[in-house]
């Protein structure tokens, strides 16, 4: 697994139980306990956890609130590439409720080639790419700013989502399991998920290959609820064997199907 992946994963995985030790750490991503310290280090240098004995605790809000900057940087072109695969999905005309998320936040600017559209986002990042967009209709869903995420969570989203219907649901998601199905490593962005995936006609995951095989903290929705996933995984993987028997599309970055 390239550096900027598992550094994303770790981090994630962190933030999802709040502190993990170097052994778990280790055994999930498949990695020696010394690379693991090496990941720590770095994360920690960087302000998004604190190193303790034996492992690492997610640090509180002020200190995670460069957490989406600082990740967005990681694998941008991989996120680019499933940005457009997932974008190329989309029919002009249509009405589109993008997700939260750094990758959901890289498909946003391609999001405009397929206008005219209306466009309800779930991330003030994704806002700011597509306001004053020739074409786009743009619809900000009400709620709380996450931070660290710039995710908008709470009743205010869920009441939103309830008064509304859309063709398409681009979803992103912290990982995905052929047992758990679609999961989340946090709880309001769970919850803002469950809503969106009933408000739609369809609904497309995109996610890179870091999240296969992942087991989060929050239940979304089993692999069948969605229609569509994009990713950059490789085909042979089983838990992509495990998408297509759920009778999900699968659809690879680099455009080919499977």
């Given at each position: 697994?390239?550096?900027?992946?598992?550094?994303?994963?770790?981090?994630?995985?962190?933030?999802?139980?709040?502190?993990?030790?170097?052994?778990?750490?280790?055994?999930r991503?498949?990695?020696?306990?010394?690379?693991?310290?090496?990941?720590?280090?770095?994360l920690?240098?960087?302000?998004?956890?604190?190193?303790?004995?034996?492992g690492?605790?997610?640090?509180?809000?002020?200190?995670?609130?460069?957490?989406?900057?600082?990740?967005?940087?990681?694998?941008?072109?991989?996120?680019?590439?499933?940005?457009?695969?997932?974008?190329?999905?989309?029919?002009?005309g249509?009405?589109?409720?993008?997700?939260?998320?750094?990758?959901?936040?890289?498909?946003?600017?391609?999001?405009?080639?397929?206008?005219?559209?209306?466009?309800?986002?779930?991330?003030?990042?994704?806002?700011?790419?597509?306001?004053?967009?020739?074409?786009?209709?743009?619809?900000?869903?009400?709620?709380?700013?996450?931070?660290?995420?710039?995710?908008?969570?709470?009743?205010?989203?869920?009441?939103?989502?309830?008064?509304l219907?859309?063709?398409?649901?681009?979803?992103?998601?912290?990982?995905?399991?052929?047992?758990?199905?679609?999961?989340?490593?946090?709880?309001?962005?769970?919850?803002?998920?469950?809503?969106?995936?009933?408000?739609?006609?369809?609904?497309?995951?995109?996610?890179?290959?870091?999240?296969?095989?992942?087991?989060?903290?929050?239940?979304?929705?089993?692999?069948?609820?969605?229609?569509?996933?994009?990713?950059?995984?490789?085909?042979?993987?089983?838990?992509l064997?495990?998408?297509?028997?759920?009778?999900?599309?699968?659809?690879?970055?680099?455009?080919?199907?499977?």
């Amino acid at each position: 697994m390239p550096v900027p992946d598992r550094l994303d994963l770790t981090l994630r995985l962190v933030r999802g139980s709040g502190r993990l030790g170097l052994a778990e750490l280790a055994e999930r991503l498949g990695v020696s306990e010394m690379t693991v310290r090496r990941d720590l280090d770095q994360l920690q240098e960087q302000g998004l956890v604190r190193r303790v004995r034996g492992g690492a605790v997610a640090l509180d809000v002020p200190a995670e609130a460069a957490g989406f900057a600082v990740r967005e940087r990681w694998s941008s072109a991989a996120k680019a590439r499933l940005g457009r695969a997932a974008a190329e999905l989309i029919e002009p005309g249509g009405t589109v409720l993008l997700d939260a998320g750094t990758t959901t936040a890289e498909l946003a600017p391609h999001l405009i080639a397929r206008a005219p559209l209306t466009v309800a986002v779930l991330s003030l990042q994704a806002a700011v790419r597509l306001a004053d967009q020739p074409g786009i209709r743009l619809l900000v869903i009400g709620g709380e700013s996450r931070a660290g995420e710039r995710s908008l969570v709470g009743p205010l989203a869920l009441s939103a989502l309830d008064q509304l219907r859309f063709d398409t649901f681009v979803m992103s998601i912290g990982a995905v399991h052929p047992d758990l199905g679609w999961s989340e490593f946090d709880l309001d962005d769970a919850a803002v998920k469950r809503a969106a995936l009933r408000r739609a006609g369809r609904t497309v995951v995109v996610a890179d290959h870091t999240k296969l095989g992942v087991q989060a903290f929050a239940r979304v929705a089993p692999l069948s609820a969605v229609d569509t996933f994009v990713t950059d995984g490789s085909p042979a993987s089983p838990v992509l064997d495990a998408v297509r028997e759920a009778g999900v599309s699968l659809v690879l970055a680099e455009g080919a199907s499977a």
